[in-house]
């Protein structure tokens, strides 16, 4: 088969597909579009089965994913996260924090945007170091408050993005304080400092650089990321398959 009659072949299968299931989107992709107190719009059901397995929209995982396949089909460029790890190891930070530099933002990428410090550390939590989900869950937090001891100053950017009056709320002030007097404090600080805002388009950074930290400091599960037991496996499996009905 040539290129153009693949192309084709792969466009009709995606039609079957879209002709045999209805899907459903979660209420959190319409929360805000819609108001969730009313019923959910549901597609047009009729003679149709409801989604239980791939999204075929989206590229079919392997059966047993890995992070790297996580970062390939279901998380955005990564560029960010891949210039941060660089960045992190230039400064000579230790292996760890070389990893929690790469999944810092994996949550704002790949899942949801609010809290994404907490959903990040919450979905590698299993599989990491402790000092690792550290410093990712209070990055977040941290990067609302300077510490002149690194010379880290409260992000230009911040003020563009959120104005001048914003102030974090009261529950942000507290995470702070426990993070800031917590032993992995330093940790989740100089993930700040090499979290790089600005990217650099000449700087061009493969994810395969950090196969041997993840290989080291990543403890990933023979089953494949999501079907594992694991805590956060219901997490992964979500990305993997966002619109499966149940
Ligand atoms: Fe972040
Ligand atoms: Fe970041």
């Known amino acids: ?23 459903v989107k979660s209420t959190i992709y319409t929360s805000g579009e819609r108001d969730p107190r009313e019923p959910p719009e549901h597609p047009d059901a009729r003679g149709k089965l409801h989604l ?12 047993r994913p890995t992070l790297f396949d996580f970062f390939k089909y279901r998380f955005g460029p990564s560029i960010h996260l891949l210039q941060s790890a660089r960045l992190a190891q230039k400064n000579g930070v230790s292996e760890k924090l070389v990893l929690a530099c790469l999944l810092h933002d994996i949550a704002s990428g790949g899942f949801i945007r609010a809290d994404h410090g907490y959903w990040a550390a919450q ?3 299993p599989y990491v170091d402790e000092e690792v989900s550290f410093a990712i869950r209070y990055h ?8 002149e001891s690194v010379g880290y100053k409260y992000p230009e950017s911040y003020i563009r993005l959120f104005g001048a009056d914003f102030k974090p709320e009261p529950y942000l002030e507290r995470a702070y304080q426990y993070a800031r007097n917590h032993k992995y404090y330093m ?28 290989g080291r400091h990543f403890r990933q599960p023979d089953e494949g990321l999501g079907f594992d037991q694991s805590p956060s496996a219901h997490m992964w499996r979500t990305i993997n398959w966002p619109t499966r009905y149940l």
């Open 140 to 147: 977040q937090v941290l990067r609302f408050y300077p510490d």
């Open 1 to 23: 088969m040539n290129m153009l009659a693949k192309a084709e072949a792969a466009d009709h299968a995606l039609g079957e597909a879209m002709d045999r299931y209805a899907i």
């Open 52 to 63: 239980m397995g791939p999204d075929p929209r989206l590229p079919r995982m392997p059966e």
């Open 187 to 214: 940790s989740a600080r100089l993930l700040t400092v090499n979290d790089l805002y600005a990217f650099d388009p000449n700087v061009h950074v493969e994810l395969e650089e950090f196969t041997d930290i993840v």
């Open 123 to 125: 979905l590698v939590e």
